[in-house]
T-cell receptor
Framework: SQTIHQWPATLVQPVGSPLSLECTVEGTSNPNLYWYRQAAGRGLQLLFY??????ISSEVPQNLSASRPQDRQFILSSKKLLLSDSGFYLC????????????FGQGTRLTVV | SQQGEEDPQALSIQEGENATMNCSYK?????LQWYRQNSGRGLVHLILIRSNEREKHSGRLRVTLDTSKKSSSLLITASRAADTASYFCATRGAQKLVFGQGTRLTINP
């Protein structure tokens, strides 16, 4: 069966520090991969999505970047965190090219101090 | 924007009552999906309705889709305390899955 792993679960980082959040999927190949951010009590904002290795689409210009170095690995990064980067970050996958549901990781609560 | 918008933002009902949440969107879609999120957790898929479908059932869930009005509704019948969560609609285009702001549902015992 397919599983998605996202870590860490919580993270507290100082302003100006770098960020690396990792997401991996098991049990499937060539998935669509997504990074979302959720502010407290709000909906999900699509940040990046990827349809293949090295193929990244950015939805919102911001202080973050994403990479897909391997088929089932999706990384969210920042060189210098801002206070406004705080939030709940969610990784998800879906079947490539299929109009199917998405499966989410458990999320990372990032607090920038 | 393709983003869905849920209505109401918050809903509080008594256990056993039915809960109805609505979603509106702006562009053409391949399908519309509903998800549930317990506080501080990831989202869990509930039900998917394709653009050529008008109604779909799954257990106590009933979803309708009106593509002419670009709207959908989620009905939860005979609500339980465990249904307390946030519910989101999401619209799928070519590759993206875009979510609305959600409805916070509270079921009072």
């Amino acid at each position: 069966s397919q599983t998605i792993h996202q870590w860490p679960a919580t993270l507290v980082q100082p302003v100006g520090s770098p960020l690396s959040l990792e997401c991996t999927v098991e049990g499937t190949s060539n998935p669509n991969l997504y990074w979302y951010r959720q502010a407290a009590g709000r909906g999900l904002q699509l940040l990046f999505y990827s349809v293949g290795i090295g193929q990244i689409s950015s939805e919102v210009p911001q202080n973050l970047s994403a990479s897909r170095p391997q088929d089932r690995q999706f990384i969210l990064s920042s060189k210098k965190l801002l206070l406004s980067d705080s939030g709940f970050y969610l990784c998800a996958w879906s079947v490539l090219g299929g109009n199917t549901e998405a499966f989410f990781g458990q999320g990372t609560r990032l607090t920038v101090v | 924007s393709q983003q869905g918008e849920e209505d109401p933002q918050a809903l509080s009902i008594q256990e056993g009552e039915n809960a109805t949440m609505n979603c509106s969107y702006k562009t053409s879609i391949n399908n519309l999906q509903w998800y549930r999120q317990n506080s501080g957790r990831g989202l869990v898929h509930l039900i998917l309705i394709r653009s050529n479908e008008r109604e779909k059932h799954s257990g106590r869930l009933r979803v309708t889709l009106d593509t002419s009005k670009k709207s959908s509704s989620l009905l939860i019948t005979a609500s339980r305390a465990a249904d307390t969560a946030s519910y989101f609609c999401a619209t799928r285009g070519a590759q993206k899955l875009v979510f609305g702001q959600g409805t916070r549902l509270t079921i009072n015992p």
